[in-house]
């Protein structure tokens, strides 16, 4: 069974930085599509940084430049870091995963347009993140 477990929320002052973690269990870190989502009351979950099936990272245009993902596949932990922090990166964060997924031309893919909530079947439990001004 895949589990996922964030740690590494809390509250900051703008300008400041955390790293998020999530370690997984019940499957391998490098066969699964990974990701930051985050999500604020009355609105959709949104993708903050994911990895492509390729192993590239795409990343949220308000977070590009001040987040960064990586992660160990030994240690099946994802990790977000998170520099200048703003008062609207508050949130609560969530890690997801998928399996990697064939099209028509059995190419891999994690997404097809943008990544959408939708396309991940595994999430964390969430962290809050609150930065203050």
């Known amino acids: 069974q895949v589990q996922l477990v964030e740690s590494g929320g809390g509250s900051v002052q703008a300008g400041g930085s955390l790293r998020l973690s999530c370690v997984g269990s019940g499957y391998s870190y490098s066969n699964y599509c990974m990701g930051w989502f985050r999500q604020t009351p009355g609105k959709e979950r949104e993708a903050v940084a994911v990895f492509r099936s390729d192993g590239s990272p795409t990343f949220a245009d308000s977070v590009k430049g001040r987040f960064s993902i990586s992660k160990d596949n030994a240690k099946n932990t994802l990790y977000l870091q998170m520099n200048s922090l703003k008062p609207e990166d508050t949130a609560v964060y969530y890690c997801?995963?998928?399996?990697?997924?064939?099209?028509?031309?059995?190419?891999?893919?994690?997404?097809?347009?943008?990544?959408?909530?939708?396309?991940?079947?595994?999430w964390g439990q969430g962290t809050q993140v609150t930065v203050s001004s």
């Open positions: 997801a995963a998928n399996q990697v997924r064939k099209n028509y031309y059995s190419d891999s893919y994690c997404y097809t347009a943008v990544p959408l909530q939708t396309d991940y079947n595994y």
